[in-house]
T-cell receptor, first 113, second 116 residues
């Protein structure tokens, strides 16, 4: 079983739609959680951190359920520019000091006019 | 401008010919990593460095070497490349703050390597 699992998609949605991505992680020692965005053939960039209480940044809302080891990302009012791959990222700091960032394979979103 | 740079961006080489991919950051970050990205597998960490002269293996270190002689540079060395090292490689840096939410990873633009 992968440490971080995501539905690969693609999710094809019309402009203005609301779309939700889910992610599950297997390591209960995980400490921090993030969503990164990756455009085709480009580097990942931080979209937002995910806090236990849930957090919102404009049209984006992230939720974390530690008990179920589940993370979600909701995008409201989708724009064409939201088309990208969204990576679920889970972090823990090991005893050695290593930042063990584990990346999901990503969920591809295609917003259509 | 705060950034991570990598060179070359694209490289086609042959099996066994040693190569180095350079990585440099201008943010005075302590922590640097190398990842490879393959379809369906996500990004996997190859090596990381917590500071100058401190490096250690990540999840997939076989066939790779690194060095950290200066804080800003973290080159990735393939002594004898093989076709299974064909991949998209990313260098990343961050402040080392113990995994807090402010500890964002900044990625370089990527190096697409093909080993024939």
């Amino acid at each position: 079983r992968k440490e971080v699992e995501q539905d690969p998609g693609p999710f094809n949605v019309p402009e203005g739609a609301t779309v939700a991505f889910n992610c599950t992680y297997s390591n209960s020692a995980s400490q921090s959680f993030f969503w990164y965005r990756q455009d085709c053939r480009k580097e990942p960039k931080l979209l937002m951190s995910v806090y236990s209480s849930g957090n919102e940044d404009g049209r984006f809302t992230a939720q974390l359920n530690r008990a179920s080891q589940y993370i979600s990302l909701l995008i409201r009012d989708s724009k064409l520019s939201d088309s990208a791959t969204y990576l679920c990222v889970v972090n823990k700091v090991e005893d050695t000091g290593r930042r063990a960032l584990t990346f999901g394979s990503g969920t591809r979103l295609q917003v259509q006019p | 401008e705060a950034q991570v740079t990598q060179n070359p961006r694209y490289l086609i080489t042959v099996t066994g010919k040693k190569l180095t991919v350079t990585c440099s950051q201008n943010m005075n970050h302590e922590y640097m990593s190398w990842y490879r990205q393959d379809p369906g597998l996500g990004l996997r960490q190859i090596y990381y460095s917590m500071n100058v002269e401190v490096t250690d293996k990540g999840d997939v270190p076989e066939g790779y070497k690194v060095s950290r002689k200066e804080k800003r540079n973290f080159p990735l060395i393939l002594e004898s490349p093989s076709p299974n090292q064909t991949s998209l490689y990313f260098c990343a840096s961050s402040r080392f703050s113990g995994g807090s939410h402010t500890d964002t990873q900044y990625f370089g633009p990527g190096t697409r390597l093909t080993v024939l």
